[in-house]
């Protein structure tokens, strides 16, 4: 099948190199000219395990494409697939221009019958509201489809979770619609669910609202464990033993940041709202997400007196890792807040060094690796769970740092293995170490 993709992001790159991985010929555009070089290249422009060998593959074998040509990118095909970004707007509901844009772009190059399918994150109604955008604006007599097709990738796993999926939702109004979408997707051997527009349009909110709210229920728990002496990582194991609740999203710590749960958590209290719903509960994870971050800082600020002059080892700046992404990472309020009071920060990331650059304090000094970070370190933070961070020997803690003072913001390591070094280790929801044998600390 001919298939269009437009946004070249996170989601439109991944789904349309897969899209031709699975045999279908696909023409991507984005509006960003550099990224469409890199991209014709067989470079992708984000950092995503796996892409660029899939890319090269599909370009070499002539089933993918890259374009800034909307006209172009649209001729002669069957499919349209809507990737493009729906950001935060100031009051948290879901800004729609970006969208709305690709609608008009569709209605003004389209010269065959096409199915849109929006792969976006968009509020419910707006597949119909975007119909009647393309409709009002067709330049050509064809006629129009609609597919809700949400997209449930993780960065970091895209790849993976596009091949191996536990379901793909599509949403549709007319029947035969729906069957081609299943049909594109057949080779991926995920079970599709069918079902109308807007339930497949809340389904997509439903479900990262739901994960974001385990976290922030477990991130509550692990602020209780502190109090009462329990082990949040022992808690969670044992409710997550019940296969109704599962063990996953239990991973207590600084709270979940990135391109989506902060934003759509906001959009469906927003989404509510305009229904007059007050969604109590979600307003709740919200808020208990964003006290996650202070959490740490406040015992940073009991621990020691001043920060003023300080060393501080920041490892991790990426909201997760695995990935470049910087939206909405714990590491932008953390180190300004570290700037603020004076510390001299030293930040190391495996590889969004280069984005944190745009979004981070400008007073941050980037190292280039983790013992170069440490080095007569008065304390480091940990943001980010990378591999290399947690398989790190404790002792390089003890070698590197003026004062071995840990604040593990991910739970990267075990106690009972810290117990056995000089160092000071706080993590989230679990007994600190304090080693007697630390001197002339705080
Ligand atoms: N990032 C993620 O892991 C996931 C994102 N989503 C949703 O998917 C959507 C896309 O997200 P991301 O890929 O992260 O966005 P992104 O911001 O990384 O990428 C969007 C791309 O669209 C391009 N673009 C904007 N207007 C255009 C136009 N008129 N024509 C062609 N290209 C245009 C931009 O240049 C950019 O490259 C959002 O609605 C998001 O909520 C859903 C699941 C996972
Ligand atoms: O809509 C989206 O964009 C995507 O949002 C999330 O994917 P993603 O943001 O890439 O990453 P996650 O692995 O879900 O992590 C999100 C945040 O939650 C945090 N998290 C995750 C799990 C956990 O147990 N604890 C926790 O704090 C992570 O550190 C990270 O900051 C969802 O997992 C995807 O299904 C969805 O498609």
Known sequence: MKITVVGTGYVGLVTGTCLSEIGHTVTCIDIDQDKVNKMRSGQSPIYEPGLDELMKKNIQEKRLFFTTNHKEGFSGVEVIYIAVGTPEKEDGSANLSFVEQVGKDIAANVERDVIVVTKSTVPVGTNDWIKKVIERNLVHNVKVDIVSNPEFLREGAAIYDSFNGDRIVVGADNEDAANRIEE?????????????????EMIKYAANAFLATKISFINEISNICEKVGANVEAVANGMGQDNRIGSQFLNAGIGYGGSCFPKDTKALVQIAGNVEYDFELLKGVIHVNRKQQEILLNKLNERFESLEGKKVAVLGLAFKPNTDDMREAASIVITKHLIEKGANVAAYDPVAMENAKKVIDSKVHYVSNTTEALKDADVA??????????????????????????????????????????????????????????????
């Open 381 to 442: 933070l940990i943001l980010t769970e990378w591999n290399e961070f947690k398989d790190l020997e404790i002792g390089t803690f003890e070698e590197n740092m003026k004062q071995s003072v840990i604040f593990d913001g991910r739970n990267c390591y075990d106690p009972k293995i810290v117990e056995n070094y000089h160092v000071e280790y706080h993590s989230m929801g679990r007994p600190s170490v304090k080693n007697s044998k630390l001197v002339n600390v705080g």
């Open 184 to 200: 594109i997707n057949k080779p991926f051997g995920i079970p599709v669910f069918k079902t109308d527009i807007r339930s497949a």
